[in-house]
């Protein structure tokens, strides 16, 4: 039959490579594996698992701040709506505390909304640079609608895709929410801290600022590195960050002699501001640094 002889060469091919010697590489030297004194299996292991934690502080700094809106700023919130000091009616009758957080969640998704339409708006307009130059070739950004989606017409290699405007439009959007609620906060534990002479509330308070203080400066760190921002206004926002704490501490230090913790006043005015800060706190958490983060193609991937 004729595929006799194409059964004999194929059996024959198969036993040539299978008892055949194996054949050596002959690399260059700078091919060859890496050796030196910086070369250090062990150590380099150590540096890799050390590099883990330190790409998810980001996000365990959001849940930080998350933890910060549900377990500290919201139940101080209702402690102070239901206190005893305060009359009847109405703050016993209905829970004004989650109906703020709520009603601030939903303003923040608002003014999330209208700053990135806005921040499109002047992209369109010029304000923001229409064109990217990357290497040989340019790509032209055009406004979908308002809410940032871009499309790009490619016209050479080495492009910048267009999503990443949009992206970055975002990040500059989620820093400055998230800058605001941080501030408003800072402002109101710091006023709570300075005006108490109660010891035994300012231990723990001093504890709370010191935790989530640093893990929130850390989120907001984050966000203003992605938004690309210039220095000027990269360190105009570290600046309010960092002054917002000491005013409202200050303040409430000139204040202590005429301010009392449980006035109907106080309690309801710092009772409203957390309830707001909650609910602004727990949206951008949620939405835009968690959602972002895990909801992203790299963790995806």
Known sequence: MASTPVKFISIFFLLLTTFAPQVLSVAPEECSAETGDCVNKSKALTLKIIAIPLC????FAAGIILATGFMHVLPDSFDML????????????????GFLAMLSAIVTLMVDSMATSLYS???????????????????????VGGGG????????????????????????????V????????????????????NTCTIKPLVAALCFHQMFEGM????CILQADYKLFKKAAMAFFFSVTTPFGIALG????????????????????LNASSAGLLIYMALVDLLSADFMGPKLQR
């Open 82 to 97: 239901s206190s005893q000091c305060l009359p009847e009616q109405p703050w016993h009758k209905f829970p004004f505390s």
């Open 178 to 197: 998230l800058e605001l609620g941080i501030i408003v906060h800072s402002v109101v534990i710091g006023l709570s801290m300075g005006a108490s002479n």
């Open 253 to 272: 230090i000139a204040l202590s002699k005429t301010y009392k913790e449980n006035s109907p006043t106080a309690l309801i005015t710092v009772g409203l």
């Open 56 to 59: 998810y502080c980001q996000v």
């Open 149 to 176: 989606h871009f499309h790009g017409h490619h016209h050479s290699g080495g492009i910048k895709e267009g999503t990443q405007g949009a992206q970055l439009l975002r990040y500059r959007v989620v820093a400055m």
């Open 121 to 143: 708006r002047k992209h369109n307009g010029g304000i923001l640079p229409e064109t990217e130059v990357v290497g040989s070739g340019h790509q032209e950004l055009g406004v």
């Open 219 to 222: 989120g907001l760190g984050g």
